[in-house]
């Protein structure tokens, strides 16, 4: 199984702050890569796929990069509701492995 | 619009089994795989396969073989989750989302795109 490794497990960050999460996968993934949004009672929201595709609907404020094994989530300029919980998660092969998640949280 | 409704809360004792629904509507049903994800309290998302509601092929984690059954019905567009000899570290959130295969710089990608409101399955004696 791929193992996805998120880093850092929790983040304090204040409004306006630019902030990144890394995650990097066991072995190479290729852009299979999707990150995820989750907060507290609520199902994940998909963020971005293939690595760098933004979905249709997210704010521009958020972006990824990266290929192979390590991968990046940015969020430009943190809003109040960006705090939450978020996850990515390698679509390359089955078992399709999360990270542990990075909780992002208000300084 | 495209919706999963999944069926409500259930509590079980150990060793019983539990079937969780979801029903999808706005979408051609047979056009898209269906993953189940679960989430045990305070924890992260954990990945327990996935089925192709047109053939009902699925593909299980390893660590739920031989307890865990996934099907569909076609003619409500609803697929199942049943997870046998419950135990308590069963207890979760267990969450249906639809797969999406997109096609980006030639390449074909795949992602949840849409997520039901998650079940909670409560295993308690």
């Known amino acids: 199984d791929i193992q996805m490794t998120q880093s850092p497990s929790s983040l304090s960050a204040s409004v306006g702050d630019r902030v990144t999460i890394t995650c990097r996968a066991s072995q190479s993934i290729s852009s299979y890569l999707n990150w995820y949004q989750q907060k507290p009672g609520k199902a994940p929201k998909l963020l971005i796929y293939?690595?760098?595709s933004l979905q249709s609907g997210v704010p521009s404020r958020f972006s990824g990069s990266g290929s192979g094994t390590d991968f990046t989530l940015t969020i430009s300029s943190l809003q109040p509701e960006d705090f939450a919980t978020y996850y990515c998660?390698?679509?390359?092969?089955?078992?399709?492995?999360f990270g542990q998640g990075t909780r992002l949280e208000i300084k | 619009q495209v919706q999963l409704v999944q069926s409500g809360a259930e509590v079980k004792k150990p060793g019983a089994s539990v079937k969780v629904s979801c029903k999808a509507s706005g979408y051609t049903f047979t056009s898209y795989y269906m993953h189940w994800v679960r989430q045990a309290p305070g924890q992260g998302l954990e990945w327990m396969g996935i089925i192709n509601p047109s053939g009902g092929s699925t593909s299980y984690a390893q660590k739920l073989q031989g307890r865990v059954t996934m099907t569909r019905d076609t003619s409500t567009s609803t697929v199942y989750m049943e997870l046998s000899s419950l135990r308590s570290e069963d207890t979760a959130v267990y969450y249906c989302a639809r797969q999406i295969v997109g096609a980006t710089n030639g390449h074909y990608y795949y992602y949840m795109d849409v997520w039901g409101k998650g079940t909670t399955v409560t295993v308690s004696s």
């Open positions: 293939a690595a760098s």
């Open positions: 998660q390698q679509s390359y092969s089955t078992p399709r492995t």
